[in-house]
């Protein structure tokens, strides 16, 4: 079992800027990899950003170039720093971890957290 805990979401004007964390506890390895989802009204939970247990990172397109995924293993903690924030990134945002070095499809996982709301008035 593995819990995650999100914070650091808020509210925020469109260019602003933001920055999550999940703090990961229970049954959990350093050498996982994480990933940062996100879901908003209407539509499908979507990975935008992970990174592997030897700190290799991936982006969706959508916000490559924006949004800075990294990690603190002695604190068991994901970050992710999101730069000129849209109004499309209003979502609920959460984290995962998988025990390979590739973050699937968010319906390969059964446990998740409560998640943070970003929310980038329009």
């Known amino acids: 079992q593995v819990q995650f805990a999100e914070s650091g979401g808020g509210l925020v004007q469109p260019g602003g800027s933001l920055r999550l964390s999940c703090v990961l506890s229970?049954?959990?390895?350093?050498?996982?990899?994480m990933g940062w989802f996100r879901q908003a009204p209407g539509k499908q939970r979507e990975l935008v950003a992970s990174?592997?247990?030897?700190?290799?990172?991936n982006y969706d397109d959508s916000v490559k170039g924006r949004f800075t995924i990294s990690r603190d293993n002695a604190k068991n903690t994901v970050y992710l720093q999101m730069n000129s924030l849209k109004p499309e990134d209003t979502a609920l945002y959460y984290c995962?971890?998988?025990?390979?070095?590739?973050?699937?499809?968010?319906?390969?996982?059964?446990?998740w957290g409560q998640g943070t709301q970003v929310t980038v008035s329009s």
């Open positions: 995962n971890a998988d025990p390979s070095d590739v973050v699937g499809s968010p319906l390969e996982y059964g446990n």
């Open positions: 229970g049954d959990f390895f350093s050498i996982y990899a």
């Open positions: 990174i592997s247990g030897g700190g290799k990172t």
